[in-house]
């Protein structure tokens, strides 16, 4: 629903190549400035797929968790995530842990669970010296950029997502699904659709299908929404995945993604799909103190490779209604 937006929160910055630019002046009390407008803003990013607030002065985790907080006050509990993640308070975290010198490719936050963020919000504690921006690009957009016969096939099949936790690379299966308790997570697994096997040495594979376009909640746009490239592993650095590969195997890669009938999907899908997102991606630095909300649907983000520190804390909200995708077969329950 749509609410009245002050005039102070009108003078929203357009620029092309960069995402839409709130200025405010709330340094003083950025939790109820937060509070007070969150509505209006929530509008502001239905209406825009993003907005970079700049001018909150969220330097300490504090002060950003409660303004995260009074945006949403609803914040969903991180589950599944592909790489370790530092929790504040609950329902705020750190940024994904994920090596400075590799980019994280484009992608939807958690779009292969049954019920993803529909919002992102995004708290810049301290900047790096170069790089690390989050960047975002228009999901409907790349959808439309895309060879029809691809999006028609993807959209017939879905996509697949096999993982294999272990304690070297991603986030450890006891915390992607916040226990070790081996039943709790069949039960879990079960109820998502989510195929799994034990392995001998106590790893974990999965195999989850999912839907790789879906129409937006509120304005019905049918938008690209998947992690198909970037957890395939012709987006991992090739020496990675070749060490990976030697070590584990093809078949125990941390992750993999293919087409939803299981059909391997080859580097040059990945590569034009990555080509895609770059075409229409924006970007514009973190500046310490800033604060970006993003429509998860409509906007698929980035993270740059970096260099010096980076805090960027994070918050989900707004579950999706669950997303429909035939099952990937019979569940495994061994």
Known sequence: MPYPTPASLLNVELNPGKPPILHVDTADDAPAWAAEHHRALRTLVTEHGALLIRGLDLRDAERAGDALHRLAPAQMTDKESFAPRRTYT?????????????????HHELSYTLQPPGLMLFACLTAPTTGGATAIADAATVLQSLPTDLVHRFEQEGWLLSRTYNDEIGAPYSQAFGT???????????TAGIEFDWQPDNSLRT?????AVTAHPVTGRRCWFNQIAFLNEWTIDPEIRDYLIDVHGADSLPFNTRFGGGDTIGPDIIQLLNDTYTAHTAREPWRAGDLMLLDNVRTAHSREAFQGPREVLVAMAEPLSPLSCPPTGEMSAR
């Open 180 to 190: 070790d308790d081996r039943r709790a997570i069949e039960d879990y697994c079960r």
């Open 90 to 106: 609950p329902g705020v975290y750190s940024s994904s842990a994920w090596p400075p010198n590799q980019p994280m490719c484009m």
């Open 207 to 211: 195999r989850q299908r999912r839907p």
